[in-house]
Nanobody, 125 residues
Framework: QVRVAESGGGLVQAGGSLTLSCTSTRGTFRAYAAGWFRQAPGKEREFVSAITFNGGNTDYADFAKGRFTISRDNADHTVYLQMNSLKPEDTAVYYC??????????????????WGQGTQVTVSA
């Protein structure tokens, strides 16, 4: 089973940008769909974005549309989340996850079988 790990979080001012990376540490990531989720303190985990195994289809939460872009480079076993125009309310721990249903986009966290440890994103006002 694939294992994934996130990187790229940090502290940024409102209006700034960050790019998160999700890299496979084991397994054939290219066969899996991937998703990004986030969890802010005191809030439930929420869906951010997803991409199919070949990058042909993507999905975004409403708050991410127009600001975030998900992409992948299967040669490097990596999925990216480019985040622009960041707002303080984007502050959260961001998690990457892999789904065996490679050709399916899903917002349901229960359908993802492998999760990273998360990377903190903090946006200051």
């Amino acid at each position: 089973q694939v294992r994934v790990a996130e990187s790229g979080g940090g502290l940024v001012q409102a209006g700034g940008s960050l790019t998160l990376s999700c890299t496979s540490t084991r397994g054939t990531f290219r066969a899996y769909a991937a998703g990004w989720f986030r969890q802010a303190p005191g809030k439930e985990r929420e869906f951010v974005s997803a991409i199919t195994f070949n990058g042909g289809n993507t999905d975004y939460a409403d708050f991410a549309k127009g600001r975030f872009t998900i992409s992948r480079d299967n040669a490097d076993h990596t999925v990216y989340l480019q985040m622009n125009s960041l707002k303080p309310e984007d502050t959260a721990v961001y998690y990457c996850a892999a789904s065996r249903f490679g050709a399916t986009l899903t917002r349901d966290g229960e359908r993802y079988v492998s999760w990273g440890q998360g990377t903190q994103v903090t946006v200051s006002a």
